[in-house]
């Protein structure tokens, strides 16, 4: 969980360390009441300090999420993100879970309802911010194949293992990251449902396209996705 997001701009953006201290501080808090005795005094004062740990976790990743959205809005015109099914993802738990171009690697006991709300509203704030400065967000369905598409040639692997962090196109030859990689295919498919929706035409296959605004001339430049934790 050590990075946040991923861009195509090969920016990738560090889950803040005082936000992941919290959470270690609430999980632990957690595990403390856990052993107390139900109606207990002690347990009633271990769930206040599980109520406190809760609200700094809150707070800690209200402010964060809302200077990177302002950033994300303010340096980019278009803003391509991938769809991604964070609640399924975390109801899994253990180990490794991967949704295209996701990694979520959950500690058996960190808060889950920490992780569940952190994508979802880190795209609420990116779509309502955006659409006030007149920006665009596409979000692309999350079965788009983006990690294993090479973003130079289209050529399509048939797997790309959980733990590949870099790989080589058998085609083309290019070597690349793998989250770079994906943000680059998640922007390459946010542009084109950007345009088609410039052009008044039906969605493309696959990518759906959110928000109000219209794109403006590419002066600024633009950037895709966006890898959520927390
Ligand atoms: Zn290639």
């Not at 809005?73 to 879970?97: F, Q, W």
């Not at 088609?196 to 950037?223: D, F, I, M, N, Y």
């Amino acid at each position: 969980m050590k990075d946040f997001a991923t861009l195509s701009t090969g920016e990738k953006i560090a889950n803040p360390r005082h936000l992941q201290r919290k959470a270690h501080n609430l999980a632990r808090y957690q595990r403390r009441m856990a052993r107390k005795t139900k109606g207990s005094n002690n347990r009633r004062k271990a769930t206040r300090k599980v109520a406190a740990a809760h609200r700094k976790v809150r707070h800690a990743r209200q402010d964060f999420l809302h200077r990177t959205t302002a950033r994300l809005v303010r340096e980019h015109d278009l803003i391509a993100i991938e769809d991604l099914n964070v609640r399924g993802m975390t109801a899994s738990a253990k180990g490794t879970v991967q949704s295209p171009g996701r990694r979520v690697r959950q500690k058996a006991g960190l808060n889950r309802a920490v992780l569940d709300t952190g994508f979802g509203e880190f795209r609420r704030q990116l779509e309502y911010k955006a659409a006030r400065a007149g920006r665009t967000v596409v979000v692309v369905d999350r079965w788009f194949a983006s990690s294993k598409t090479c973003s130079k040639c289209h050529h399509l692997l048939t797997t790309l293992s959980l733990g590949t962090r870099w790989w080589t196109c058998p085609s083309c030859r290019t070597r690349h990251g793998r989250d770079v990689n994906a943000a680059t295919n998640i922007l390459a498919a946010g542009r084109v449902a950007a345009r088609e929706q410039v052009r008044g035409e039906a969605c493309g296959a696959g990518v759906r396209r959110q928000g109000t605004s219209l794109p403006r001339s590419a002066t600024k430049q633009e950037t895709g996705p966006v890898r959520a934790e927390l």
